[in-house]
């Protein structure tokens, strides 16, 4: 039988094609997005790990979602130097959500506040995304509009207190293997994990709108 690790990566594993061949990823991978693209991305971002990481330390305690919980993940600190550096000192002012980022935000919060087991398929959906396909999309945003190699601009993406992240997201998938949760509540998690990667399918198809090419 397989893992749940591996049953909730095959499970999500469509949909990861989809945000990863998204027109704004695409786009925006290729080089044919200008910074401002960039930072309105980065600026969702902020409002997914500040839901994410607000109640993290509440979390900390749970049977659940505390054994997820980990500051050498936290993105938060990372994410507002980026936006300082991308929109300047007045950066938090000027931050706005898309409705399809206020929806997810929301999940997230709701999750957090309420279902932890909900909280760990939003936390594997994006940690462990940003630990793997995060690394590309660091390596064309330097190359694309010029930042210093993992530094300011592109520090969501570096995870300094992870020295091996394939050793790290060896273990996180057997943390996720261990989840306190019995066979129907894992299939919750599932579903949940299948609903994250559509609340950033919708957030990635809202910014495909608001940055066509060619405009
Ligand atoms: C252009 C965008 C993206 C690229 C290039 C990309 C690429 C990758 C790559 C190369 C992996 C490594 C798989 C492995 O460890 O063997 C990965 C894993 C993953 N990605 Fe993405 N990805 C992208 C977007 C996303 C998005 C938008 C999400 C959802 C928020 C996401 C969530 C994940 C997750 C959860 C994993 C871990 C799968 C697992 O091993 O369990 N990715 N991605």
């Given amino acids: ?11 999500s594993h469509a949909q990861h094609m989809e945000a990863e061949t998204s027109t704004f990823m695409g786009d925006l991978l290729g080089g044919r997005l200008g910074v401002a693209a960039y930072t309105r991305y980065t600026e969702q971002l902020w409002f997914v790990y500040e839901a994410l990481e607000a109640g993290a330390e509440r979390l900390s305690a749970d049977p659940v979602a505390g054994p997820f919980i980990r500051p050498e993940l936290f993105r938060l600190p990372a994410l507002e130097r980026d ?3 991308l929109r300047g000192p007045g950066w938090r002012a000027e931050l706005s959500a898309l409705p399809a980022t206020r929806a997810y935000a929301a999940r997230v919060r709701e999750c957090a506040e309420r279902w932890p087991a909900g909280y760990v398929a939003h936390h594997y959906t994006r940690y462990l995304g940003d630990l793997s396909g995060g690394q590309i999309i660091r390596d064309r945003a330097e190359r694309t509009w010029g930042f210093a190699r993992k530094g300011d601009g592109v520090r969501f ?3 300094d207190r992870i020295a091996n992240p394939a050793a790290f997201k060896r273990s996180y998938r057997e943390l996720l293997d261990d989840v306190r949760a019995d066979d129907l509540e894992r299939q919750r998690i599932v579903a949940e994990c299948k609903r994250a990667f559509a609340l950033n399918t919708a957030v990635l198809g809202a910014l495909g709108e608001e940055f066509p090419i060619g405009a």
Avoid at 1 to 11: G, K
Wanted: proline share 0%.
């Fill in 1 to 11: 039988m397989d893992s749940f690790s591996a049953v909730v990566r095959t499970a």
């Fill in 157 to 159: 993406y570096v995870f």
């Fill in 83 to 85: 936006l300082a550096h």
